[in-house]
């Protein structure tokens, strides 16, 4: 008896500090969204039931910041999300395990650089000087670092970096603490609508802005069949923007004023148009991820990078299987 009792309780501390037991292994698929306009694919697919109808068990969280799905899902406690090529990038060159499944969309025209509405501002040049806001390692921050500010012909040193959540920014601006920023949508219209802000240009003549969409490798091994009823359910979303950006709009907007965003229909219905679907890895998408790497190596980001045209951890095959099924093309 005391041989089957200490048994038991072996087991129960393996189970216990192993995390034998978790979320994933209950086939519950645990969802990152993004609250930035990148993330609304998931919140398509979770307001109009897409996932539903796959017959997916499911939890989606929402996060401010792509790199906190990213740490999320290299702690084990997040199965897909949304992260910049950067943070990917870093992340898989400092051997951290998260698995790249596909891109989510290209983002240049979602991404924009910001000043307070009665700055004299025109140009990135006429800011030289001031605290910019954004975060440290994103893409958006590798954009600005690596082709930004050199076609300005200036250096990072030129803008003291304010390292910020997504979120955060705005209220940078309008406080001081700031004199520009960069802003992803909703948020930048938002706060151009209520006169708190104005755009000075996107990043599309600078960089191919991407969001990678990721994924935990122990449950992609384990579970590939919760991808196949994300991705369905996922696609869906995609596809409604195509064929009905409006009703698209709708459901995102109605979202966003959930949560205290106070975004209106009447500009919502052109801010979902600036999400250009880009969601396959092809070699040019591997080549740029090197090309990315060799850059944060000269920023002191990283110190070596794999090649990333043939690391296993980058690996969109079920997504593009599904989308083969559905019969959908980007």
Request: charged share 25%; aromatic share 10%.
């Amino acid at each position: 008896m005391k041989k089957l009792l200490g048994l038991f309780l072996a087991v129960v501390m393996l189970v216990g500090f192993s995390g034998a037991i978790t979320t994933a292994d209950a086939a519950k698929l645990r969802i990152g969204a993004h609250r930035s306009l990148w993330g609304s694919f998931e919140v398509i697919a979770d307001r109009m039931g897409y996932w539903k109808a796959e017959g997916l068990d499911y939890k989606v969280g929402y996060y401010k910041q792509g790199k906190l799905m990213r740490n999320a899902i290299i702690q084990g406690n997040l199965d897909t999300g949304t992260t910049g090529f950067s943070p990917f990038t870093t992340a898989l060159s400092k051997g951290a395990k998260v698995q790249a499944i596909g891109v989510t969309a290209n983002i240049c025209a979602a991404v924009n650089i910001v000043v307070p509405v009665k700055s004299k501002a025109k140009s990135l040049a006429d800011v030289k000087g001031m605290v910019f806001a954004n975060k440290k390692g994103t893409s958006t921050d590798f954009a600005f670092q690596s082709y930004v500010i050199p076609a300005y012909g200036l250096k990072s040193k030129d803008f003291p970096l304010l390292s910020v959540r997504a979120t955060e920014r705005i209220a940078a601006l309008i406080s001081g603490n700031a004199g520009a920023a960069m802003v992803g949508e909703p948020q930048t219209t938002i706060a151009v609508q209520k006169g708190l802000v104005k755009r000075l240009e996107n990043l599309c003549k600078y960089d191919k802005t991407r969001m990678m969409h990721i994924g935990n490798p122990s449950t992609v091994k384990k579970h590939p069949d919760l991808y196949v009823k994300y991705f369905r359910g996922w696609i869906k979303s995609h596809m409604l923007l195509k064929s009905d950006p409006l009703k698209y709009a709708k459901v995102y907007t109605k979202a966003l004023n959930e949560v205290g965003d106070k975004a209106k229909l009447s500009y919502m219905k052109h801010v979902v148009k600036k999400l250009k679907t880009d969601f396959f890895i092809n070699m040019e998408t591997k080549n740029y991820l090197n090309d990315m790497a060799d850059k944060q190596v000269k920023l002191g980001w990283i110190k070596k990078h794999p090649d990333f045209t043939k690391i296993n951890l980058v690996d969109d095959s079920i997504l593009r299987k599904v989308a083969k099924e559905m019969n959908y093309s980007n």
